[in-house]
């Protein structure tokens, strides 16, 4: 069981859905906090999940502020880089990239990229999360 | 190619002229009013050539210096030239016209007095015949008519006449005839003998044998009121006697008009009846008595007696008379008789008819009835006007040419006008692939390096973990080669930053001394492998603190070191530090220092001052005094560094301050390095103001030097020199007022020796030998022996300790040996029974001098670190107990900030927004530090440590002021916290936009464990009693 969450999570490494960050934050777990890892991306999910709301709003309707969309996609960015999203990240910087071209087609695109990314994300470690949970 | 620089340089004169020209033109025109008024005036003259010669110039540097004007230049160039070549093609084939036409009049010039030459003579030739016929007629008058018998009959006329020919050459003969009224006929005849002829039917019968005419075949003459039959005539003409000349229609005109007028007359050119040439018959009238010249014709006619008549051979006279002058070939002559205008009758010459020039000259041959002329032509048709041609074509030639050249000139202008902006495009390119190249650099590298920090980390934790020995040993080499390559990246980093031109220096006080210490002791291990010997001088008068940038200074001395390490084997390196006043006034001792044996190790060297000849400062010698009074406080250090290593290659030498470029591609694979040291190096002297400069011998060594403008820190901040002295000094103070002597032979080496000595406060002396020992001077606490003294001799050796102890037993100085890392290995040996003496390593440092000696004079050590030693303590030592604020607006940011500080055993508080961090650190609070996200709604980072920085100082400035009690904030006399800024994207503004602030640093998120220790020790110091 063990094997198979560690492979998991080498896989989701290898896929880079995961970078070393990830593994920091597993080594800030100890007996003090023993859930650190899963409280902290539970965090992100729900943190997340209203940011990408908020985006949405912003995205669905002109006028475009794109001041606003770079802060919040900032800090999306941030949070995912705390726990080590690498691709969500990426999906970001893209994100980003287009905010400050001013180009809301790019931006629509590359959100789409960013809830891809952060869906199936959430999928594999809400998965890993529970394999580590059975198996411990 | 000089022949094509000469021609190049032919056109543009050439060009200037025709600008000069035709500005001259246009200015004309321009100002044409204005000249024509200040023409009288001599004095404005002047002026206006000075305007019209900044109107050239204005004109020229428009059409050279005006990229935009140059396409509407261009255009006028290419007008102007064909207004050039058409004048000129104008010019030309009006001189043509002129030549030709002068040609011509000089022609008709020629022809017209040719034939006027002609007509003359024929006319003089002509009178002179007509004069002897005429004569003649006097002579018939006189002796045929005068005399009763007449004295004359035909063969005395024939003989006569025959005998005067050449008298008359052109008269092929004379006849005369009498006047014989109709009354007088019977007996006229019958007196001759024969009867008289009539003439018109030989006239309508052209005889052509003489023999074969017959006389007597003529018709006797009708009968008419008079008669004027030929008696006597020339043998020639002798077929005439008899005729009667009246009844010739043309003779008879003749005959009446000269009786008439009593003048000769000419009869119209006619055929002669034997020769069949053209003649003209003459004829005189003979009067009976001697008219008065104004007879009436009437009177005349009563008073003719006869007619005299000469056949003119005209043909053959003016054959003659041509054939008399020169040039007959080339002129063609006709005469004309032009009585009848309409029908001119041709007396001579071919009747060709011909367009060419004529003339015409009048000819009088004394008879006003009838006009002759003479017609002369050229024979030849006018020759080619070769000299009119020439020069037209040539002139036209020369325009072309010139207008060849202008045109050429044009378009070498426009290709260099082109090709210049090509090269200034070009030029931008290159500038913007440059700057966009060092941009890539630079943030490669960064990007490089922040990975680079978390490996860097990982490995540092690594090694705290347990491993064995191999382990470690990998984890170290794997650390080496990471720090290596941040080092190096750092390097690339400092290049791109130097060629943007964004590296500034700093302006801080620093100790120059401990500075070389530092250097000296980074490089002291490899010194120690390789055997080198290292040692600093800096001279007593560069003063201990100065402004400027330290990290900089260091890192040019520890470029110039470390290729001096890495090229030296053997020997030393030597590192020294002078004013350059200070050069320059004792460049004789210099001089005096460089000679052989003098230096460090006693390898030889290269002469120093070779490597600064170039420096402008010594160049300008008599400036130097000036510049060293102007800026006191301004301090002009010169660094020396001098190695015995191989050098660097004579071809090589030119080229070691170009960025990547190396002795050779060996060196990299044998030594390492980018090769961009050297020219960083160069780069930051020219920032310090200074110059840099080497000298290299190969295989005896490199020395290199640089100059470095610095301020004294004597007039600002006497509070943070007081601090950084303090801190050097701590140390020197225990040795205060010591003795200590110096044993060695070399006087450089000595030097440096009594330099450290002098640094911690000790009196030393310098003797070259142990024999020279003196015990009268004093209280000596402490020998300094060099190594090589020692060993060279050991019994001398022990017998000087032991004369030591006899001596002094009381104060028993105690031995130290310095020792060389090259014979470090034999330094344990121990002197039979004596006790060993303390042995101090090189390179000497202050610190570390005044550890040893600390240690074996048992003095001081009161707990004072020495600087030199790091604390060796993990992060968590470091943040053990600490009470550290984090403010993040991203909860999970938050989260895992908190927990990793957690981890380190700090203990951490949370708050999501600047404004709540204000409250918490509003004084007095307990926090040791505080880490803050720069992005953040509301107030960011920056706005909220600037506030806090507000807050602090007044509160700092109130409790100085008494206003506050200074137990109510925990008896801190000034509060700072030290404020980090945490940031996703480490870009190179953001540090000086965090300091800008007040913050103390950053560190980039997520934490990378050295970072955080880097910017966390800074401030945190490790205080034993915080872990209570």
């Known amino acids: 069981m063990q094997r198979q969450a560690a492979s998991m999570k080498r896989s989701l490494f290898n896929q880079e859905y995961l970078d070393e960050q990830f593994n920091e934050?597993?080594?800030?777990?100890?007996?003090?906090?023993?859930?650190?890892?899963?409280?902290?991306?539970?965090?992100?999910?729900?943190?997340?999940?209203r940011l990408i709301r908020n985006i949405e709003l912003a995205l669905a309707n002109g006028p475009y502020d794109f001041g606003r969309l770079d802060d919040m996609m900032h800090q999306f960015k941030g949070s995912s880089s705390s726990i080590g999203a690498k691709r969500v990240k990426r999906e970001c910087s893209q994100f980003q990239e287009y905010c400050n071209g001013r180009n809301i087609e790019g931006c629509k695109r590359a959100f789409q990229g960013v809830k891809q990314e952060y869906a199936t994300l959430k999928t594999k470690l809400d998965a890993y999360f529970q394999m580590a949970r059975e198996a411990s | 190619m000089s022949l094509f620089h000469v021609i190049g340089f032919g056109l543009n004169l050439?060009?200037?002229?025709?600008?000069?020209?035709?500005?001259?033109?246009?200015?004309?025109?321009?100002?044409?009013?204005?000249?024509?008024?200040?023409?009288?005036?001599?004095?404005?003259?002047?002026?206006?050539?000075?305007?019209?010669?900044?109107?050239?110039?204005?004109?020229?540097?428009?059409?050279?210096?005006?990229?935009?004007?140059?396409?509407?230049?261009?255009?006028?160039?290419?007008?102007?030239?064909?207004?050039?070549?058409?004048?000129?093609?104008?010019?030309?084939?009006?001189?043509?016209?002129?030549?030709?036409?002068?040609?011509?009049?000089?022609?008709?010039?020629?022809?017209?007095?040719?034939?006027?030459?002609?007509?003359?003579?024929l006319q003089d030739q002509f009178n002179v015949s007509m004069n002897h016929v005429q004569a003649m007629s006097i002579l018939i008058s006189t002796f045929h008519h005068g005399r009763n018998p007449s004295a004359i009959d035909q063969s005395t006329f024939a003989r006569y006449t025959d005998r005067t020919a050449f008298e008359r050459p052109l008269t092929s003969g004379v006849a005369y005839a009498v006047r014989v009224l109709h009354s007088e006929r019977k007996e006229f005849e019958k007196k001759h003998g024969w009867s008289i002829k009539r003439m018109d039917i030989l006239e309508q019968t052209p005889v052509h044998k003489d023999d074969e005419y017959d006389r007597d075949g003529l018709e006797p003459s009708p009968i008419q009121e008079e008669y004027a039959p030929v008696i006597f005539a020339q043998d020639t003409i002798a077929h005439v006697i008899s005729v009667d000349m009246l009844s010739g229609k043309e003779d008879r005109e003749n005959v009446l008009r000269a009786r008439e007028s009593g003048k000769g007359v000419l009869t119209a050119p006619f055929k002669l009846l034997k020769t069949n040439r053209l003649g003209v018959i003459k004829t005189f009238a003979v009067y009976k008595t001697d008219l008065p010249s104004n007879a009436t014709p009437n009177e005349r006619i009563q008073a003719t007696d006869g007619y005299l008549g000469g056949v003119l051979d005209i043909e053959s006279l003016v054959e003659k008379l041509l054939q008399q002058l020169a040039s007959k070939q080339t002129i063609l002559v006709n005469v004309y008789d032009t009585t009848n205008i309409s029908h001119p009758i041709s007396m001579y010459g071919s009747n060709v008819s011909s367009d060419g020039v004529q003339h015409v000259s009048a000819l009088n041959f004394g008879d006003p009835f009838r006009r002759h002329e003479m017609r002369c032509r050229f024979k030849q048709k006018p020759p080619w006007p070769w000299l009119a041609i020439t020069t037209a074509t040539g002139i036209i030639v020369i325009a072309l040419l010139i207008g060849q050249i202008f045109h050429a000139t044009i378009n070498r202008i426009a290709k260099v006008e082109d090709d210049y902006q090509k090269m200034m495009m070009l030029k931008k390119r290159a500038e913007a692939a440059d700057i966009a190249k060092s941009q890539f650099l630079a943030t490669v590298s960064h990007e490089i390096r922040t990975p680079m920090n978390g490996v860097l980390g990982m490995l540092h934790m690594l090694m705290d973990t347990g491993l064995d020995v191999t382990q470690q040993d990998y984890v170290s080499t794997a650390q080496a080669s990471g720090k290596a390559l941040v080092s190096?990246?750092?390097?690339?980093?400092?290049?791109?930053?130097?060629?943007?031109?964004?590296?500034?220096?700093?302006?801080?006080?620093?100790?120059?001394?401990?500075?070389?210490?530092?250097?000296?002791s980074l490089f002291s291990g490899k010194s120690q492998e390789k055997g080198v010997e290292l040692a600093a001088y800096i001279?007593?008068?560069?003063?201990?603190?100065?402004?400027?940038?330290?990290?900089?200074?260091?890192?040019?001395?520890?470029?110039?070191?470390?290729n001096s390490i890495k090229f030296t084997e053997e020997g030393h390196i030597f590192v020294t530090v002078h004013l350059v006043e200070e050069v320059i006034e004792s460049a004789e001792e210099f001089k005096m220092e460089s000679s052989l044996k003098s230096t460090l190790s006693g390898l030889p060297v290269a002469d120093k001052r070779q490597?600064?000849?170039?420096?402008?400062?010594?160049?300008?010698?008599?400036?130097?005094?000036?510049?060293?009074?102007?800026?006191?406080?301004?301090?002009?250090?010169?660094?020396?560094?001098?190695?015995?290593?191989?050098?660097?290659?004579?071809?090589?030498?030119?080229?070691?301050?170009?960025?990547?470029?190396?002795?050779?591609?060996?060196?990299?694979?044998?030594?390492?390095g980018t090769g961009i040291?050297?020219?960083?190096?160069?780069?930051?002297?020219?920032?310090?103001?200074?110059?840099?400069?080497?000298?290299?011998?190969?295989?005896?060594?490199?020395?290199?030097?640089?100059?470095?403008?610095?301020?004294?820190?004597?007039?600002?901040?006497?509070?943070?020199?007081?601090?950084?002295?303090?801190?050097?000094?701590?140390?020197?103070?225990?040795?205060?007022?010591?003795?200590?002597?110096?044993?060695?032979?070399?006087?450089?080496?000595?030097k440096v020796s009594l330099y450290h000595m002098k640094r911690l406060g000790v009196h030393a002396e310098?003797?070259?030998?142990?024999?020279?020992?003196?015990?009268?001077?004093?209280?000596?606490?402490?020998?300094?022996?060099?190594?090589?003294?020692?060993?060279?001799?050991?019994?001398?050796?022990?017998?000087?300790?032991?004369?030591?102890?006899?001596?002094?037993?009381?104060?028993?100085?105690?031995?130290?040996i310095l020792a060389n890392p090259i014979n470090s290995s034999r330094a344990g040996v121990s002197a039979n029974g004596f006790p060993i003496p303390f042995v101090i390593m090189k390179p000497l440092r202050a610190s570390m001098l005044a550890a040893s000696l600390q240690r074996a004079m048992g003095v001081g050590n009161k707990g004072n670190c020495s600087n030199g030693e790091l604390p060796g303590l993990?992060?968590?030592?470091?943040?053990?107990?600490?009470?550290?604020?984090?403010?993040?607006?991203?909860?999970?940011?938050?989260?895992?900030?908190?927990?990793?500080?957690?981890?380190?055993?700090?203990?951490?508080?949370?708050?999501?927004?600047?404004?709540?961090?204000?409250?918490?650190?509003?004084?007095?609070?307990?926090?040791?530090?505080?880490?803050?996200?720069?992005?953040?709604?509301?107030?960011?980072?920056?706005?909220?440590?600037?506030?806090?920085?507000?807050?602090?100082?007044?509160?700092?400035?109130?409790?100085?002021?008494?206003q506050l009690p200074p137990e109510a904030y925990g008896n801190v006399s000034s509060w700072k916290v030290p404020i980090l800024a945490m940031t996703a994207d480490v870009i190179q503004a953001t540090y000086e936009e965090c300091q800008k602030c007040g913050m103390d640093g950053y560190v980039s998120k997520p934490f990378e464990a050295e970072q955080l220790y880097q910017e966390a020790s800074r401030f945190f110091h490790v205080k034993p009693n915080q872990n209570t």
């Not at chain 2, 064909?82 to 004048?87: F, N």
């Not at chain 2, 090589?788 to 009381?810: H, P």
Request: charged share 20%.
């Open chain 1, 25 to 49: 934050l597993e080594e800030l777990q100890d007996d003090a906090n023993p859930n650190f890892v899963e409280e902290v991306v539970n965090l992100f999910f729900t943190d997340s999940a």
């Open chain 2, 14 to 121: 050439l060009l200037t002229l025709c600008c000069w020209f035709v500005s001259v033109i246009s200015m004309n025109w321009l100002n044409d009013g204005e000249i024509m008024t200040t023409k009288t005036l001599l004095g404005d003259g002047e002026q206006i050539v000075m305007k019209l010669w900044e109107g050239i110039a204005e004109l020229s540097s428009k059409i050279y210096h005006c990229y935009p004007q140059y396409v509407v230049a261009k255009k006028w160039w290419r007008k102007l030239l064909i207004a050039w070549v058409l004048l000129w093609i104008i010019v030309s084939f009006s001189v043509f016209w002129y030549m030709s036409t002068q040609a011509y009049e000089k022609r008709k010039e020629t022809l017209t007095s040719m034939c006027d030459e002609r007509a003359r003579m």
């Open chain 2, 488 to 520: 190096l990246i750092n390097e690339v980093l400092d290049q791109a930053k130097i060629e943007s031109g964004k590296l500034e220096l700093e302006a801080v006080c620093f100790d120059v001394r401990a500075t070389l210490d530092e250097v000296l």
């Open chain 2, 539 to 562: 001279s007593d008068k560069v003063p201990d603190v100065l402004i400027g940038d330290p990290g900089r200074f260091r890192q040019i001395i520890t470029n110039l070191m470390g």
């Open chain 2, 611 to 672: 490597s600064w000849r170039n420096f402008v400062v010594f160049n300008q010698e008599g400036s130097c005094a000036s510049f060293a009074s102007s800026s006191l406080d301004q301090i002009n250090l010169m660094v020396s560094v001098e190695d015995t290593g191989v050098g660097i290659p004579l071809e090589a030498q030119s080229r070691i301050f170009t960025p990547f470029m190396q002795v050779g591609p060996s060196i990299a694979r044998i030594h390492g």
């Open chain 2, 677 to 750: 040291g050297l020219s960083i190096s160069k780069c930051l002297v020219h920032l310090m103001k200074g110059e840099i400069g080497f000298v290299s011998l190969p295989k005896i060594g490199s020395t290199f030097t640089f100059t470095a403008v610095f301020t004294n820190a004597r007039c600002k901040n006497e509070q943070k020199i007081q601090q950084i002295n303090n801190q050097s000094n701590s140390v020197s103070s225990d040795f205060h007022g010591m003795r200590a002597l110096i044993v060695d032979p070399r006087t450089v080496r000595a």
């Open chain 2, 766 to 816: 310098v003797v070259s030998d142990l024999s020279y020992l003196r015990t009268e001077n004093g209280v000596t606490n402490m020998i300094l022996i060099e190594q090589e003294v020692w060993d060279t001799d050991l019994e001398k050796s022990s017998l000087f300790v032991k004369n030591l102890r006899r001596i002094n037993a009381s104060v028993s100085p105690k031995l130290f």
């Open chain 2, 874 to 962: 993990s992060l968590s030592k470091l943040l053990q107990g600490r009470k550290i604020l984090v403010v993040d607006d991203n909860n999970v940011n938050l989260r895992v900030a908190a927990a990793a500080l957690k981890k380190y055993g700090a203990d951490v508080v949370c708050t999501d927004t600047g404004k709540k961090a204000l409250t918490f650190l509003q004084p007095p609070h307990q926090f040791d530090a505080c880490f803050m996200d720069i992005q953040m709604p509301e107030m960011d980072g920056f706005q909220a440590t600037k506030k806090i920085r507000e807050m602090e100082s007044d509160i700092n400035s109130r409790i100085k002021l008494g």
